[in-house]
T-cell receptor, first 114, second 114 residues
Framework: NAGVTQTPKFRILKIGQSMTLQCTQD?????MYWYRQDPGMGLKLIYY???????DKGEVPNGYNVSRSTTEDFPLRLELAAPSQTSVYFC?????????????FGPGTRLLVL | GESVGLHLPTLSVQEGDNSIINCAYS??????FIWYKQESGKGPQFIID?????DKRQGQRVTVLLNKTVKHLSLQIAATQPGDSAVYFC?????????????FGGGTRLMVKP
């Protein structure tokens, strides 16, 4: 199994541009998550999904959108990029919601908004 | 708000010594805790977890201790090796109705001197 994969690895955006960060997992996990990690900081939850067709906001959802059309994929959309969205974005998945079931993380996407 | 935090942002140890990384949590409802290791440029990697009905759990060279009385969590690494150099995060499952999400601490950087 490849686990959790993310693309791209790195991207530079201009203010106001849009992009989609891709996330795919091949472990048949029902729960998926998007986090952002600012330099020297911990992870903050942006959005999560408990299954195909179901998504919900996390701690810092403003400026982002998600969709979950399949079990495997959970893309994160930035519609109008802002410098405050410069960060490293991690996607994760787990069997359940995190209670006694660990989350497995992808390698991350580094985003720079100029 | 309630959060998970760490006492020491940076810990430097000699190769072969034991390392202890500490974490304080404030949410008394948390019942599941995880330690993650994050190497430079990579996503967090699961190390060990512990449920609130336990006070100690051992893995290979790692031990997690949980003191619910003072809401303190620690990660002990025996015979620290250069490959242990990384940032270590504790995370708690807050047990909320919103999908039992994980809340991450700010991280401690472990530096192993040869």
């Amino acid at each position: 199994n490849a686990g959790v994969t993310q693309t791209p690895k790195f991207r530079i955006l201009k203010i106001g541009q849009s992009m989609t960060l891709q996330c795919t997992q091949d472990m048949n996990h029902n729960y998926m998550y998007w986090y952002r990690q600012d330099p020297g900081m911990g992870l903050k939850l942006i959005y999560y999904s408990v299954g195909a067709g179901i998504t919900d906001k996390g701690e810092v959802p403003n400026g982002y959108n998600v969709s979950r059309s399949t079990t495997e994929d959970f893309p994160l959309r930035l519609e109008l990029a802002a410098p405050s969205q410069t960060s490293v974005y991690f996607c994760a998945s787990s069997w359940t919601s995190g209670r006694e079931e660990t989350q497995y993380f992808g390698p991350g996407t580094r985003l720079l908004v100029l | 708000g309630e959060s998970v935090g760490l006492h020491l942002p940076t810990l430097s140890v000699q190769e072969g010594d034991n390392s202890i990384i500490n974490c304080a949590y404030s949410n008394s409802a948390s019942d599941y805790f995880i330690w993650y290791k994050q190497e430079s440029g990579k996503g967090p990697q699961f190390i060990i977890d512990i449920r609130s009905n336990m006070d100690k759990r051992q893995g290979q060279r790692v031990t997690v201790l949980l003191n619910k009385t003072v809401k303190h969590l620690s990660l002990q690494i025996a015979a620290t090796q250069p490959g242990d150099s990384a940032v270590y995060f504790c995370a708690e499952n807050t047990g909320s109705n919103a999908g039992n999400m994980l809340t991450f601490g700010g991280g401690t950087r472990l530096m192993v001197k040869p």
